[in-house]
């Protein structure tokens, strides 16, 4: 398992709308694995592999990019950040962070905190308020010299490192690099297999504002069958009912059904469940009350495609100790390629 390329790619920095960082890492990391690469107008990457005969099918996997984060909004006169969230946080996961301020000309270490008074002057009252994403703010260190480097729609990112603890991986941007990942590592593993398929490689933009590199990208490719490869919840820990938990880590990858933002073609479903079985490829099938995936984006483009999930379940996610079992990574790579490989 490549986990320097998963790690690379976790610790590198990109927001919705500057994915350009990853966008440049996994260019360098595809050489030889497609017949053509492409970067659209939002910024995706479009990677396709011809495939064979007259009109072959067309299998689209849609992998984000982009991880939440902000935008810096405004710069006070003692040169105080102030962030715009591009995704979605929760603001108790936000206390006392280090962050990364990403510019065009560096990049800036600074501590992440809400405005107000501290533990040891706070009455009982100010300990109870939770602040708003908007109450937080950024210190880097360097009073109104801020104003000389920073500037309005630079992003910022959580600094945190990639670690391995047990059987687990965890980082920020597990969500979603670990699709990056499969998509490249996919493609690597199926070799020459699975020529009778047109493939595309879709690294979208955007998607946790909206699925809008994958609405466009796919509109652009017109899948006939599209697989949107993600994380998903795992909520096998203390203090949630069992019937909440969405997927159990170590049970294998996730057979996306159902979200928010689509439901999976029910046949398609059937498929990938007996191929997973033949090839004894732990799985378990999900669904997700709230939340939607670029999955969805396939389906809905142009006159529409068949489509699934595969997904990876991750524990706390959309924080910085996002989490997930290497073996159920390895899985969703298994089934990728198990399936690819039969056309």
Same mark, same amino acid.
């Given at each position: 398992?490549?986990l320097?390329?998963?790690?690379?790619?976790?610790?590198?920095?990109?927001?919705?709308?500057?994915?350009?960082?990853?966008?440049?890492?996994?260019?360098?990391?595809?050489?030889?694995l497609?017949?053509?690469?492409?970067?659209?107008?939002?910024?995706?990457?479009?990677?396709?592999?011809?495939?064979?005969?007259?009109?072959?099918?067309?299998?689209?996997?849609?992998c984000?990019?982009?991880?939440?984060?902000?935008?810096?909004?405004?710069?006070?006169?003692?040169?105080?950040?102030?962030l715009?969230?591009?995704?979605?946080?929760?603001?108790?996961?936000?206390?006392?962070?280090?962050?990364?301020?990403?510019?065009?000309?560096?990049?800036?270490?600074? =501590?992440?905190n809400?405005? /107000?008074?501290? #533990?040891?002057?706070?009455?009982?009252? *100010?300990?109870?308020?939770? %602040? $708003?994403v908007?109450?937080?703010?950024?210190?880097?260190?360097?009073?109104?010299?801020?104003?000389?480097?920073?500037?309005?729609?630079?992003?910022?990112?959580?600094?945190?490192p990639?670690?391995?603890?047990?059987?687990?991986?965890?980082?920020?941007?597990?969500?979603?690099?670990?699709?990056?990942?499969?998509?490249i590592?996919?493609?690597?593993?199926?070799?020459?297999?699975?020529?009778?398929?047109?493939?595309?490689?879709?690294?979208?933009?955007?998607?946790?504002?909206?699925?809008?590199?994958?609405?466009?990208?796919?509109?652009? =490719?017109?899948?006939?069958? /599209?697989?949107? #490869?993600?994380?998903?919840?795992?909520? *096998?820990t203390?203090?949630? %009912? $069992?019937?909440?938990?969405?997927?159990?880590?170590?049970?294998?990858?996730?057979?996306?059904?159902?979200?928010?933002?689509?439901?999976?073609?029910?046949?398609?479903?059937?498929?990938?469940?007996?191929?997973a079985?033949?090839?004894?490829?732990?799985?378990?099938r999900?669904?997700?009350?709230?939340?939607g995936?670029?999955?969805?984006?396939?389906?809905?483009?142009?006159?529409?495609?068949?489509?699934?999930?595969?997904?990876?379940?991750?524990?706390?996610?959309?924080?910085?100790?996002?989490?997930?079992?290497?073996d159920?990574?390895?899985?969703?790579?298994?089934?990728?390629?198990?399936y690819?490989a039969?056309?």
């Amino acid at each position: 398992m490549n986990l320097d390329l998963l790690k690379s790619l976790c610790e590198t920095p990109g927001v919705p709308g500057n994915e350009h960082r990853v966008r440049d890492l996994i260019t360098s990391e595809i050489d030889g694995l497609f017949d053509e690469v492409t970067t659209d107008p939002m910024g995706s990457l479009l990677c396709k592999r011809n495939g064979t005969g007259d009109n072959p099918t067309k299998i689209m996997l849609l992998c984000h990019m982009d991880e939440i984060g902000f935008l810096v909004s405004h710069i006070s006169k003692d040169g105080y950040l102030y962030l715009n969230p591009v995704g979605g946080f929760d603001p108790r996961n936000l206390f006392s962070r280090r962050v990364r301020v990403c510019t065009d000309d560096g990049d800036y270490l600074g =501590v992440m905190n809400p405005g /107000g008074k501290p #533990v040891h002057i706070a009455s009982p009252e *100010d300990r109870k308020k939770v %602040p $708003e994403v908007g109450d937080f703010f950024v210190d880097l260190g360097m009073g109104k010299k801020a104003h000389d480097v920073i500037k309005v729609g630079d992003f910022v990112v959580m600094e945190e490192p990639f670690i391995e603890i047990g059987d687990k991986i965890v980082s920020k941007a597990l969500d979603n690099r670990i699709a990056c990942w499969l998509g490249i590592e996919a493609m690597r593993a199926l070799g020459d297999k699975g020529r009778g398929a047109e493939i595309h490689v879709a690294f979208t933009c955007q998607e946790e504002v909206g699925l809008r590199g994958g609405k466009t990208a796919a509109f652009a =490719v017109k899948p006939d069958i /599209g697989i949107g #490869v993600d994380t998903t919840l795992a909520c *096998d820990t203390p203090g949630i %009912p $069992e019937k909440d938990a969405t997927t159990t880590q170590g049970k294998g990858f996730g057979l996306h059904v159902r979200d928010s933002s689509f439901i999976a073609d029910r046949d398609l479903v059937k498929q990938i469940e007996a191929l997973a079985i033949a090839n004894d490829i732990p799985y378990q099938r999900t669904m997700l009350a709230a939340g939607g995936q670029d999955g969805a984006a396939a389906q809905q483009a142009a006159a529409g495609a068949r489509a699934v999930g595969i997904v990876v379940g991750t524990r706390y996610i959309h924080t910085v100790t996002e989490m997930i079992e290497k073996d159920d990574l390895q899985a969703a790579l298994d089934i990728l390629v198990a399936y690819l490989a039969e056309f």
